[in-house]
């Protein structure tokens, strides 16, 4: 659920009420809050504020598939007590700007080697259109780990195997199982995928395909303009913060696209996610900062812009929500139709993968 963090919400100091009441201020003039949420914290009145306008966008419906936060911070990494003081004591003056975080932690898994063999069974190009805007549209608001990400792991291993051992190595079988269907998805265009997605999804024979493929043009929609705001991009403007990312030890996915549950992807998968973040905090997948210094015009600009990425972040998530629970669906009657045991843990692995159980 989104909320704000790094902002004590006891015994809060006069640092900390003092960043919360610039951004209430021009929460205030937005519009975001109302005289009504004044509780006599500046930090409340701006946390209740975001928490409405957060569920206004949709963060319930995306919090059915995506496990995360966004949050208001005046730090990227969640800091101790000791951290924080310390950080306070060697920081002149007053605190400038916040942060606009969005962290992952769990990938949603999404199982969709089913849904692609249903597609291409209604139109060959199919598959590879709806996989190329999917997968673009994603990393708009997360890391997308999937196909080229284990292919990436599996050679980097392959190099370090003896010839015996290689032919039965999980590693080889990453690179030999991309679907036939999607061999064609590098020569398909962004533009020509979504023109073959306009003009199959209608007139999709399945009532789920078309469902599935009217979720997409929307998220396609919804995320047009926008942009992935990394963390790194900000070190021009804050270099400071240089110094917090060189610590960071990797950045945690969003999701997950796997052909099956547990297959040769989720293997790879579950070898990175036992490493990462053991060296350090992972970086956060979505940061942008929220200035608190400037004219009331040039504050206010930028908390609606920072706000505007926010709502259409969590739209989309909802919307791409909707996605992943069908493609689920597919999957789970394929394996129904075909007999099959749910390949999915009775514990979740240390990624935290879907939990549910059939």
């Known amino acids: 659920m989104p909320r704000l963090k790094g902002v004590r919400w006891r015994f809060c100091s006069r640092r900390d009420e003092q ?5 209430g201020k021009s929460f205030l003039r937005l519009g975001i809050c109302g005289i009504e949420d004044w509780s006599g914290s500046a930090v409340d009145f701006v946390g209740r504020g975001f ?5 206004a966008n949709g963060a319930d419906e995306a919090n059915r598939v995506w496990a995360g936060e966004l949050r208001i911070a ?17 920081a002149d003056g007053s605190i400038e700007k916040l942060f606009l975080v969005g962290e992952y932690h769990a990938a949603a898994s999404m199982p969709i080697g089913a849904a692609l063999a249903d597609l291409e069974r209604e139109h060959r190009f199919l598959p590879a259109a709806f996989y190329k805007i999917l997968v673009h549209n994603l ?25 015996d051992s290689e032919p039965n190595s999980v590693y080889r079988k990453v690179k030999d199982g991309l679907p036939p269907c999607l061999t064609t998805s590098c020569s398909v265009s962004e533009n020509k995928a979504r023109r073959i997605l306009r003009e199959t999804g209608s007139s999709l ?8 493929v009217r979720h997409l043009l929307a998220l396609d929609d919804l995320g047009r303009g926008s942009e992935h705001p990394w963390a790194g991009a900000l070190i021009k403007k804050f270099p400071e913060i240089e110094e917090l990312l060189d610590g960071a030890d990797g950045c ?8 099956h549950e547990n297959d040769e992807i989720q293997a790879c998968f579950d070898e990175e996610m036992r490493c990462i973040g053991q060296e350090g905090p992972l970086e956060p997948p979505i940061v942008l900062a929220i200035p608190l210094r400037g004219s009331v015009h040039q504050v206010d600009k930028a908390v609606k812009e920072v706000l505007g990425y926010a709502a259409a972040m969590l739209r989309s998530l909802a919307r791409a929500a909707k996605i992943v629970e069908i493609i689920r669906e597919i999957d789970d009657e394929h394996l129904r139709q075909h007999r099959l045991q749910p390949r999915i843990p009775a514990q979740p692995g240390p990624a935290g993968l879907r939990e549910e159980q059939l």
């Open 19 to 23: 960043p919360a009441a610039e951004l």
């Open 51 to 55: 928490r409405r306008f957060a569920k």
């Open 74 to 90: 005046d730090y990227l990494y969640p800091l101790s007590e000791p951290e924080r003081s310390q950080l306070e004591g060697d």
């Open 139 to 163: 990393w708009k608001w997360m890391r997308v780990y999937d196909y080229s990400d284990a292919v990436e792991h599996s050679e980097l291993w392959l190099s370090e195997l003896d010839e």
């Open 205 to 212: 024979r399945s009532s789920s395909l078309r469902e599935l």
């Open 252 to 259: 945690g996915p969003g999701c997950l696209i796997s052909w």
